[in-house]
């Protein structure tokens, strides 16, 4: 089978790109010129890499040509621009659905990686449903909608849209800048730590994609992916420290301040270009109840759950990290 992936360079791509690999595929990967190959370097001389962006649809014919299937993980997942988030989005989903039309007589399966927070919050009693009415809280959230709305309206092939919750594992910066200040010795409990999320582990991500690989079970349907046991954000640092053989304070912090920080961090990043792990968009999320969702429906339909325990991940990713010299 030939398989395109975007984003394979970036954190969640990285990880399907491991497990397309095991199962002795030669994936053709979409990259930008400018793109950070350092978590796939060792990886490049056994896959097809064509040079293009989701931006500039002419440069996706040559890649799209001869797939059987794309799997679309490339996506901006922060930017304190709207218009940024829309570009790479919503009309570079728009382009790559259109490029695979053209070619509509052989591809088989367009997997779109999307996320949780299209689905937008839900909590232990009223756990979100994919089947619901979408209710995304941020532009990002808004923005990843739109671009599933160009899969279901414009896809000539059979899709399938899956929503993982927020992913951890090695390779991922964003988590990482919630483990680092437990080093330092304090352990930051937002709003008293007691919100809920969905986690997930991005190798089981990776191994959603591959469960649905080319199954007539899971065409023109939308799935959560995320641990069936949501963790409480509290739980998890502490988990963490343990782990990290660490003692941290624990330090309680009002949702409510985060504010001046998010609005801080935000003029940087308007200033110097470069994208932060928090803005005010980030804020709209971390303000919600919960993010709880079900997850049974993929278990459902083909069997698959994503069900590496907490612990077993968390030590992986942190092995990762002290290898990098991350932590
Ligand atoms: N991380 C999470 O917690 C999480 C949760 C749910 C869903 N997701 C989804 O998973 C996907 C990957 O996220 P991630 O966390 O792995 O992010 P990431 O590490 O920032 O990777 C993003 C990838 O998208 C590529 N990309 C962005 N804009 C592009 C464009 N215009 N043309 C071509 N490639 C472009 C990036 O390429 P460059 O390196 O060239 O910029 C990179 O390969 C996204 O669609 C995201 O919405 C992530």
Redesign the pocket.
């Known amino acids: 089978m030939n398989v395109l992936l ?9 990880h399907i790109l491991d497990r397309l690999l095991l199962a002795g595929m030669t994936p053709r990967l ?3 010129r ?4 350092s978590l796939i370097d060792h990886l490049l001389p056994q896959v097809e890499v064509h040079y ?4 500039r649809p002419d440069s996706l014919r040559v890649p799209v040509r001869g797939a059987d299937c794309i799997i ?7 930017s304190t621009h709207t218009q940024e988030l829309l ?3 919503q009309q ?1 989903t728009m382009h790559l659905v259109e490029a695979g039309n053209e070619e509509a007589a052989r591809l088989q399966h367009f997997i779109h ?5 299209v689905s937008g919050p839900g909590t232990v009693d009223q756990p979100v449903s994919e089947d619901s009415p979408p209710n995304p809280l941020s532009r ?1 959230g808004k923005s ?1 909608m739109l ?1 599933e709305s160009e899969v279901i309206k414009r896809c000539r092939t059979n899709w399938t849209i899956l ?6 594992g090695p ?5 990482y800048m919630t483990f680092k200040p437990l080093k330092r010795g304090f352990l930051p409990l937002l709003g008293g730590g007691r919100m809920r999320i969905a986690l ?1 582990y ?1 190798p089981d ?1 990776a191994d959603a994609v591959m469960a649905c690989l080319g199954r007539a079970e899971v065409f023109k349907k939308i799935y959560h992916v995320a641990a069936p046991e949501p963790v409480e954000t509290g739980q998890l640092l502490r988990l963490a420290a343990r782990l990290l053989e660490v003692q941290p304070r624990e330090v309680k912090i009002p949702t409510a301040a985060l504010y001046p920080v998010c609005l801080f961090l935000e003029a940087i990043a308007r200033l110097t270009g470069r994208q932060l792990a928090l803005n005010l968009d980030k804020l709209r999320e971390l303000r919600a109840p919960g993010w709880v969702c079900a997850t049974s429906k993929l278990a459902r339909d083909i069997g698959f759950e994503a069900d590496t325990p907490l612990e077993r991940g968390l030590a992986e990713t942190f092995e990762w990290y002290h290898r990098k010299e991350w932590l």
């Open positions: 975007t984003g394979a360079n970036g954190f969640v791509g990285s979409l990259l930008r400018t793109s950070d190959t293009g962006s989701l931006e679309h993980c490339a996506g901006k997942t922060k570009r790479a989005n570079g990686i999307s996320s949780l927070s990002y990843k671009a929503r993982p919750g927020p992913v951890y390779g991922d910066k964003d988590m997930v991005a991500v």
